[in-house]
């Protein structure tokens, strides 16, 4: 069985390798390219693999038309199908790089390093780009160039030797088409291997908290949070600062153990009385415009004067849009949220969802990084102005568009009501209640909140006397609470302050004392201390 080419006459011919080699040495050096660039990547950055980059790449570049198709006819396959395709697409280039390169190895060098500097141009143009991604593209180019010539010259070696072999008595030839054989094996199992490796790899890393985090640093906001000024807080004076610190922020959940979904295994489906069912991944998400919005959290379960209450920079998407995306059908009232552990659930009233200035998100960063775990990572609800109980679900992975008669939700099963905006309050951090400070000129200070119109005026007064208008921190937004404070002047002895806020529609926090079950506590906050 003869496995070379026989020597043309008219001198001596230029060996050249079987065509079946030649085509499998090109796809052998592109799937070797991209299996090294694939676990590189892995271990660097997983968006800069150079196959996936180029996939990235191709969805960017494609008309609207196109993502369209393919979108209604492979529905959540498409992305395989697109992978399978380039995957195709490159293995016949890969081939004919190979057939063109029987003889010389240049044609085929030169159609493997075309296709490496696409792979680098598509993660150079990632939107997330970092310098560190280019290590992938670079790796993936070395190792299919040098995959190309050293199997080329091993499989011109079958060639090249056909009269020492034939005096050999075809042996040699035999065992030099089995080496090629043999390493050619090796080459296409070590391609596959570190293909898989650097998908294991990427499987840990993608979509960790860490990656969201860098995503968010990197990302372009169409809307961002208002600037806060000094003049918004006084934590001098011991009220909070204006934004809690993710670790100082309130927590309140039934979660016994805190779900640990990353952002990559993460989607959204939405459901129930909608036009369009829909079903977000991350990517999706941060494919949208991305805003970022300042909200005082409030827990109903917070006592008149207590601390179940923060305030974040929540990054996200607009969630009101999504619904409008959707399509809510006529006659659905409420949007029942469930965390990816199906324990819990909350019921914000469409309504409420759909006021085009409400601001509702679907949150995924707070104060610049991604959510802690314990707030919700990878993705939560905000509305502000709503208790959390009936909009802030954390690790959200579902939102099916129903009634409030159809589905009732966790807390509503436990008593507490179906609308529950956010009450006007406010409390004093300073004096501390049952506290001390120096008679004379004592200062009163603290927060108030009446979301989503905001503060128009805070009062005091001491022992039952006349009330005395606060003065007010900046106001950052009505979504947020607001500093205030007031200086009163006190003899030694024990005394009562009380302080009470007006929104800025000029309504009056109510005096009447309510527990916080049903919809949220109320009553003039009051705290005793000493001056001495
Ligand atoms: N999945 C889930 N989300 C949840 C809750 C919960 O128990 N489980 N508690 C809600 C309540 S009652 C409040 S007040 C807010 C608190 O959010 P935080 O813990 O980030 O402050 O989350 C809401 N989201
Ligand atoms: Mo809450």
């Known amino acids: 069985m003869s496995t070379t080419t026989a020597p043309q006459a008219g001198g001596p011919a230029r060996p050249a390798v079987p065509r079946p080699f030649a085509a499998l040495l090109g796809v052998l050096a592109v799937a070797s390219a991209l299996g090294a660039g694939h676990l590189v990547a892995g271990l660097v950055s997983p968006a800069s693999s150079p196959y996936l980059a180029v996939g990235d790449t191709t969805v960017r570049l494609s008309p609207e038309w196109l993502v369209e198709f393919a979108k209604s006819t492979f529905g959540t396959a498409d992305k395989p199908v697109l992978l399978a395709g380039m995957a195709v697409v490159l293995m016949l280039l890969a081939a004919a790089a190979g057939l063109a390169s029987r003889r010389r190895r240049t044609p085929g060098t030169a159609m493997i390093t075309v296709l490496g500097v696409l792979g680098f141009l598509a993660v150079g143009s990632s939107p997330a780009f970092a310098a560190l991604d280019l290590l992938a593209p670079a790796v993936s180019l070395g190792v299919g160039t040098t995959v190309f010539r050293r199997l080329h010259a091993l499989a011109l070696g079958v060639d090249a030797e056909p009269d020492a072999d034939l005096l050999r008595g075809r042996r040699s030839a035999v065992s030099r088409r089995n080496v090629l054989i043999g390493t050619s094996g090796a ?272 009062e005091v007064r001491v022992d039952g006397g006349p009330w005395q208008d606060a003065e007010l921190a900046t106001e950052v937004s009505g979504d947020t609470w607001r500093m205030w404070r007031a200086t009163v002047e006190l003899a030694p002895g024990s005394h009562v302050a009380q302080v009470r806020a007006t929104d800025a529609n000029g309504v009056t926090q109510t005096e009447a004392k309510a527990d916080v079950i049903p919809d949220g506590a109320t009553g003039w906050p009051a705290i005793v201390f000493d001056a001495t």
């Open 187 to 458: 080459v296409g199992a070590g391609a596959l291997a570190a293909a898989g490796v650097g998908q294991v790899l990427s499987a840990v890393t993608t979509g960790s908290r860490d990656e969201v985090t860098q995503t968010i640093a990197r990302a372009t906001l169409t809307e961002r949070a208002p600037a806060i000024p000094p003049t918004a807080a006084f934590p001098e004076l011991g009220t909070p600062t204006f934004l809690t610190a993710n670790t100082e922020f309130y927590r309140i959940d039934t979660a016994l153990r805190i779900p640990t979904l990353s952002a990559a295994d993460w989607s959204l489906r939405i459901h129930g009385m909608v036009d369009n069912e829909m079903t977000l991944t991350f990517a999706d998400l941060l494919a949208r415009p991305l805003v970022e919005r300042t909200v005082t959290l409030l827990c109903v379960s917070n006592e008149v004067g207590g601390d179940l209450v923060s305030t974040s920079n929540f990054i996200g998407v607009d969630l009101r849009e999504i619904l409008l995306e959707a399509g809510i059908a006529p006659g659905a009232d409420q949007v029942v949220s469930t965390s990816s552990d199906r324990l819990w659930n909350a019921g914000t009233p469409t309504d409420v969802l759909l006021e085009p200035d409400r601001g509702a998100l679907l949150a995924f960063g707070m104060n610049g990084e991604a959510l802690p775990p314990e707030h919700g990572f990878p993705v939560r609800m905000v509305v502000p102005g709503l208790y959390g109980y009936v909009s802030a679900t954390k690790w959200v992975t579902d939102l099916e568009v129903t009634t409030f008669d159809a589905t009732q939700t966790y807390w509503l099963q436990r008593g507490w009501a179906r609308r529950a905006p956010i009450k006007t309050q406010s409390r004093i951090d300073v004096p501390r209640a049952f506290g001390g400070t120096r008679a004379g000129r004592v200062t009163i200070a603290g927060i108030a909140w009446s979301q989503p119109d905001g503060i128009g005026r805070v």
